[in-house]
C-alpha cells in the first residue's frame, strides 16, 4: 500500500508565499516523476509542476517565474514553493506521484488535495 500525504496549504494574501510538501510512504521500490497538480471550482485538474527523479522540471506558463518545485529522493518528499501568490492560484492542489512497486509495477497515487486559497 502506497499513500501521499500533503500539508503547507491555507489562506493567504495576495503576493504572500507558501510551501506545499507531500511524503509517499509505504511499499516503494522507486519513485519516477512527481507532479502538483490543481483544480479550481468549476474548472478542470490541470498540471502545475512536475519534476522528474533525476531533477528536470515542467511548468505550466501560469506559474513560471513565481512558483519552484523540488524534491529530496531520500525522503520520498515533493515541495511546490509558491511565491507572489495570486487569487487566481486559488484551487484545490493535488499531489501525483508515478511509483514502482514490487520492482516491475507502475501505478500513478494521488494525494488528497489541500486547499490554497488566495485573498485579502
Known amino acids: 500500500q502506497v499513500q501521499l500525504v500533503e500539508s503547507g496549504g491555507g489562506l493567504v494574501q495576495p503576493g504572500g508565499s507558501l510551501r506545499l510538501s507531500c511524503a509517499a510512504s509505504?511499499?516503494?521500490?522507486?519513485?519516477?516523476?512527481m507532479g502538483w497538480y490543481r483544480q479550481a471550482p468549476g474548472k478542470q485538474r490541470e498540471l502545475v509542476a512536475a519534476i522528474t527523479s533525476g531533477g528536470s522540471t515542467n511548468y505550466a506558463d501560469s506559474v513560471k517565474g513565481r512558483f519552484t518545485i523540488s524534491r529530496d529522493n531520500a525522503k520520498n518528499t515533493v515541495y511546490l514553493q509558491m511565491n507572489s501568490l495570486k487569487p487566481e492560484d486559488t484551487a484545490v492542489y493535488y499531489c501525483?506521484?508515478?511509483?514502482?512497486?514490487?520492482?516491475?509495477?507502475?501505478?500513478?497515487?494521488w494525494g488528497q488535495g489541500t486547499q490554497v486559497t488566495v485573498s485579502s
Open positions: 501525483n506521484a508515478n511509483i514502482v512497486v514490487a520492482m516491475i509495477y507502475e501505478y500513478d497515487y
Open positions: 509505504g511499499s516503494i521500490f522507486s519513485i519516477n516523476a
